[in-house]
């Protein structure tokens, strides 16, 4: 994974090409020598990054964390969509600070009014508190069957908050009502995430599960619902 360093006014701009997965540890070592270098405010250009995987994820939070614990900065710029996606159903897209453009996200360290910029979603997410039960799928006849509370739900997964987590590919099954709909949705989940406390204090403990072979119907559902209720927030506001 090539990185390349960039300096504008202060600020170091980290270009990455290619993927971002459990073989970028460059990332995080680059991060350390800025940091340890006094160089604390850094933006990390994904223009020329084809993939993000969960273990990227990990990778992108390690250098988050690195950078906050040192009362820096770090923006992400031209963030691929499918990027996107992943940061929202693990629930990251609202710590991390993502711009559509480089431009943007230097004129962010010189404005305190320069707002948050979002991508276009394939699936948007919907705030909200669902009781789901959930279990380890497995041969075993009667699962030991867990309780959560959903607090984002989007056409590609859930965020589950509760105590009671699994590994990182861990398959669920998963039941959870949903307001209007006359019968419990039934899925099958992979974990993809599991909080960190230290960067996601509000939603700590839990986890980000992706919908694994959701059926065509049981997914319009979804986003019917999650569409009808923010445009409906949306027209209340």
Known sequence: ????????????????????????????????W???????NVIVNMENVEMVDYN????????????????????????PLAAIELLKIVKLETVFEIYED??????????????????????????????VKYKLESNQNKPKQFEGIV??????????????????????????GIPGMSK????????????DKEIQPHAFPGMGVSFAHLTSAKEKSIIDFIDKNITHRADTL
């Open 1 to 32: 994974m090539p990185i390349r360093l960039r300096e504008n006014n202060n600020i170091s701009i980290l270009d990455v090409d290619g993927k971002i997965d459990i073989n970028s540890s460059d990332l995080i070592e680059m991060i350390g």
């Open 34 to 40: 800025l940091v340890n270098s006094g160089k604390i």
């Open 56 to 79: 990227g994820l990990s990778i992108l939070a390690i250098a988050y964390k690195n950078i906050l614990n040192h009362k820096g900065n770090i923006k992400f710029a031209h963030v």
């Open 102 to 131: 480089e431009e943007t996200a230097i004129e962010s360290f010189h404005s305190h009014e320069v707002d948050k910029l979002t991508l276009r979603r394939k699936f948007q997410r919907l705030d909200i508190h669902l009781s």
């Open 151 to 176: 607090l984002n739900i989007s056409g590609a997964g859930v965020y589950i908050y509760t105590p009671y987590t699994f590994p990182i590919n861990s398959i669920l099954d998963m039941e959870f």
């Open 184 to 195: 419990s949705v039934h899925a099958t989940g992979r974990v993809s995430w599991l909080a």
